[in-house]
């Protein structure tokens, strides 16, 4: 290596060791270098080696360095000079750049190459003033690794660890959380707690030098520094003592780390960010802890506020994330309206409002507020702990039906601190802006136990999630003609359970923007809820309206700074945008068209592109005028067993494919006229009495054939002679039950309710090798389980032709518009889904469809990935692995090659129906079908 710097000229060449390491020093371009290098590039390398090179940089008192990662067969080169010249010449390294200046990681180049860079290209950009600091991206990994090392090392006593996790100034709702669950909460809280308080330290060292400690530092110069803190700005992350958790290596290696990533140079709210980013997953899921992707907030923060003194409110602020984008929107304003001065303290006083019921985020939040400027000097922040759902108007009583509200809210009051640790009383006046990621805590979770869920019920309904009730709180407290932006649950555009917040977002506020992204989950981090961003102006929707649904086609991960203000500008000029090269489409629609589908807005949304989705409803449209709706009663729910653990020893599952017995518990394979022999999952067998057992449907996964006749499941109707054993080796503890004549009297009675012919899948995953077949026909009537739908159909032919159209391709196309998109895979298809779909035949069609139902009742279907796209596997991998991620797979035409048995079965259902649709329509629905399934089943987390 020393021979290849020479190469390259450098001068003065040394070997040198720190502590018995070896790294070498030399002169390039009239600066001095150390060169530290290390084998290896994972996560537990990366700080290892950081840290031993800031020592070494720290000891040999050089500012200039490069410390090179090299890959792991270097260990495996030959220990000859040839062969090292060549691989050190040949091969991609990773590597740290550091300058006081300027700061970068490169992961592209060989070794010689990184050297030659910096003469050529580094250092004039140094010499020409510019700045650099490495990216979030590194300063995460390396401090992700170092509080997994911290959490290893914290020793915390049995009263420090209660304080920590019960300790009501910092977490509410946490004190249930016991044993080594707890342990684990209160190391990772010891080690952020460190983290952070020299992470501020060194944010408000810049403004302020005089309150940093010598180094190297102790626990003790660390603990003087941060009293002097205590005296300048925020005391409540300070007033915190875990110091004495942690040996003197460990905290040592913090503060080098923190010092060495220059943290002041990262854009976005980096206190909150690491929070999030370095909260390992176990622990994320105990709290509860969801994270905004900081390009959300920009993007609601950039469309909703438009004039620097906006007041802004956010009533679930978290660790600051959204506030910290609104306040840097509100200097962006301040600035392009000709202000002058320095508008910190009266944004972070007066303007930005937050409230969290987590006193932990409160203090974040503030301290996000604070770090934005540390060298001015504010007495508090308008962020408040408080139950937001629990803040109360003035001597207002909440009555049914939605207000016009013109009066502020001073007995809407929360708790807040000042910047020295002090509580005062906030009051929360009505806003221009309302900004908000609201918990999506489902009700059936018990969290009525914990807010009040009554308030706000006649205005969202008593089904909704937590989310819909911030939704009511977003609309008392925001001014006439003041804006929402809030990220939602995709569910709120669609179904029963969301209509009440749907009709108050869609009808008694005006809906200016419906945001989507398509190849990621939602705006938030980390979780596999699919959501989107609405903004609504509170007003009533004008005559003329027209809403605009953006799909989002670029990957939100890849999104920069420039994308964002790009998107923002297309998203507030453009009416109609279809431009492949654009990182949005838009389309514009009438209000009167949006409330005629207000039951499902998905109709709007639901595809990947605007293209696909015209394609699709023109589809639709050519069956539409020639087929009617389902009368209401068609369908109903199939048997539901409870309480949980009965399907375990009440069904057979027949063992035709193995993806039907996958979740199963019994299965069987043979039978004769008098017995059904069984195998339980444990590999134990039973011969079971078949006259305790009636036709069933367990589950329609795994079934090739439209006709179900012989291929059926059971379900028991009375105690048969080997289910207490079986019951007790599933481990179903109620034995009562199984002699219980009223709980057998009851299932009886909803078995025969939900006899059927036609039976319809309730829970479909489109994208399984398992999933094959919609709808299906027994020549006898089934009792289905509630993964299927039942039906009213007594007709045998007319439930074949209602089979054949539900089959078809007509289906898919209704399917792919309607969906819901709650979690990306599984997918349940509603009744009112069924209900919105023209699928029903009329009388003169039904011979027709009955005879395409015959022709392919045994013939075998392929899963249906394969039926539209024989080559799926294929292309799904290929675009899964293209980075960065497409929202239009780059597939051509030729290339989707259909099942013959899907292209004969759809074009004799267009006969049948006399419609003029052609071969090419139908391999274009394929192609869009294939399309859109590829781009959902890649959805993953981050």
């Not at 070794?111 to 003033?129: K, S």
């Not at 978290?318 to 944004?347: D, M, Q």
């Not at 918990?439 to 009525?448: A, N, Q, S, W, Y």
């Not at 899948?761 to 020549?779: C, E, Q």
Request: with cysteine; net charge negative.
């Amino acid at each position: 290596m020393m021979e290849i710097v020479r190469e390259v000229g450098g001068t003065a060449v040394q070997e040198v060791s720190f502590n018995s390491e070896p790294d070498i020093v030399f002169d390039l371009a009239g600066r001095r270098w150390l060169l530290g290098v290390k084998i290896g590039d994972d996560a537990a390398i990366l700080r290892q080696g950081f840290l031993q090179y800031l020592r070494h940089k720290r000891e040999s008192r050089l500012d200039h360095g490069l410390l090179l990662f090299l890959p792991l067969e270097a260990r495996h080169v030959p220990a000859r000079h040839e062969a090292l010249w060549e691989f050190l010449c040949t091969t991609r390294a990773y590597c740290l750049l550091d300058t006081p200046t300027f700061q970068e990681e490169v992961g592209t180049l060989t070794f010689p190459d990184y050297l030659r860079r910096v003469a050529t290209e580094i250092l004039p950009r140094v010499n020409r003033g510019e700045r650099s600091a490495f990216s979030l991206v590194f300063a995460i990994r390396v401090l992700k690794q170092h509080i997994q090392a911290l959490m290893q090392e914290v020793h915390l006593t049995e009263d420090q660890l209660l304080d920590l996790v019960t300790n009501p100034a910092l977490f509410a709702g946490l004190a249930n959380i016991e044993g080594e669950r707890r342990e684990q909460v209160g190391k990772f809280l010891a080690a952020y707690i460190v983290l952070s308080q020299i992470l501020f330290l060194r944010l408000l060292g810049t403004a302020n030098p005089d309150v940093l400690p010598p180094q190297p530092v102790t626990s003790s110069s660390l603990r003087r520094a941060f009293r002097r803190v205590l005296d300048i700005n925020y005391r409540p992350i300070y007033s915190l003592d875990v110091l004495g958790s942690l040996e003197e290596e460990y905290i040592r290696d913090t503060f080098d780390i923190i010092w060495g990533l220059r943290v002041e140079e990262v854009q976005h709210e980096l206190p909150g960010r690491i929070y999030h980013e370095l909260m390992p997953p176990r622990i994320r899921k105990m709290l509860a802890a969801f994270y905004t992707r900081p390009v959300a907030a920009e993007l609601m923060a950039k469309l909703c506020i438009e004039r620097f003194d906006a007041l802004v409110f956010d009533p679930a602020c978290g660790s600051g994330t959204i506030l910290t984008s609104a306040y840097r929107r509100k200097k962006e304003c301040y600035y392009n309206e000709g202000k002058v001065g320095n508008p910190h303290r009266r944004f972070c006083e007066d303007e930005i409002f937050g409230i969290d019921i987590m006193p932990f985020s409160v203090h974040l939040t503030a301290a996000n507020l604070a770090a934005l400027d540390p060298r001015t000097t504010i007495s508090h922040t308008q962020i408040g702990l408080a139950d937001s759902l629990a803040l109360q108007p003035e001597n207002d009583i909440i009555t049914t039906g939605l207000r016009q509200l013109a009066w502020l809210f001073p007995e809407g009051e929360a708790r807040g601190f000042t910047s020295i640790g002090e509580v005062f009383d906030m009051t929360l006046p009505q806003v221009d802006v309302v900004l908000m990621n609201p918990p999506f805590t489902k009700l059936e979770r018990g969290i009525g136990d914990y807010v009040n869920l009554e308030r706000y019920e006649p205005l969202c309904g008593s089904e909704v999630g937590l989310w819909g009730h911030f939704m009511a709180l977003a609309y008392e407290f925001l001014k006439p003609g003041g804006v929402l932006g809030a990220v939602l649950p995709v569910n709120v555009l669609r179904g029963n359970e969301s209509r009440r917040v749907r009709e108050l977002l869609f009808s008694h506020m005006t809906p200016l923007f419906i945001l989507k992204p398509v190849v990621n989950y939602g705006f938030s981090e980390w979780a596999e809820y699919r959501d989107i961003i609405v903004v609504c102006r509170k007003e009533r929707v004008p005559r003329s309206h027209r809403v605009k649904f953006v799909l989002v086609r670029k990957d939100l991960n890849a999104l920069t700074p420039e994308d964002v203000d790009h998107v923002v500008r297309l998203v507030k000029t453009q009416t109609d945008l279809r431009r492949e090269e654009e990182p949005v489409e838009i389309a514009s629609f009438p209000w009167e068209e949006v409330r005629g589908r207000f039951d499902n807005l998905m109709w709007f949304c639901g595809a990947t592109s605007f293209a696909h989705r015209d394609f699709l409803i023109g589809f639709v449209e050519r069956a539409r005028n020639i087929l009617s709706s389902f009368p209401f009663g068609y369908f109903r729910e199939g048997y539901r067993p409870v309480p949980q653990g009965v399907s375990k020893f009440l069904f057979l599952t027949r063992h035709s494919d193995p993806s039907r017995v996958e979740q199963a518990y019994l299965t069987f394979a043979e039978e004769d006229e008098r017995t059904v022999r069984a195998c339980s999952r444990a590999g134990i067998s039973y011969t079971l009495e078949k006259n305790a057992f009636a036709p069933a449907l367990r589950t329609a996964t795994g079934l090739r054939t439209l006709n179900l006749k012989g291929k059926w499941d059971y379900v028991a109707t009375r105690p048969y002679a080997q289910i207490g054993r079986i019951a007790r080796a599933s481990g179903f503890s109620r034995g009562d039950l199984l002699e219980d004549a009223r709980f057998w009297q009851r299932l009886t009675a909803e078995l025969t309710a939900t006899q059927s012919y036609l039976l319809v899948n309730h829970r479909i995953n489109p994208f399984s090798p398992g999933n094959y077949l919609v709808a299906f026909v027994s020549p006898e009537p089934l009792s289905p389980a509630n993964t299927l739908h039942a039906t009213a159909e007594r007709d045998l032919e007319r439930a074949k032709a209602v089979a054949v159209l539900l089959n078809s391709a007509f289906f898919w196309a209704w399917f792919f518009l309607l969906k819901e998109e709650s979690t990306g895979r599984w997918i349940n298809l509603r009744h009112h889904d069924l209900y919105e779909m023209t699928l029903y035949p009329r009388e003169e069609q039904i011979p027709a469809l009955s005879a395409v139902f015959d022709e392919f009742a045994e013939v075998s279907f392929l899963a249906f990935i394969y039926q539209v796209d024989q080559d799926f596997d294929r292309k799904y991998q290929s675009y899964r692995d293209s980075v960065p991620r497409r929202a239009e797979p780059d597939f051509t035409v030729a290339e989707f090659i259909p099942a013959e048995v899907r292209l004969a079965f759809d074009k004799a259902v267009v006969a049948s129906l006399n419609l003029p649709v052609t071969e090419d329509e139908l391999l274009e629905i394929y192609r869009i079908l294939a399309k859109e399934m590829i781009v959902t089943k890649a959805l993953a987390r981050d």
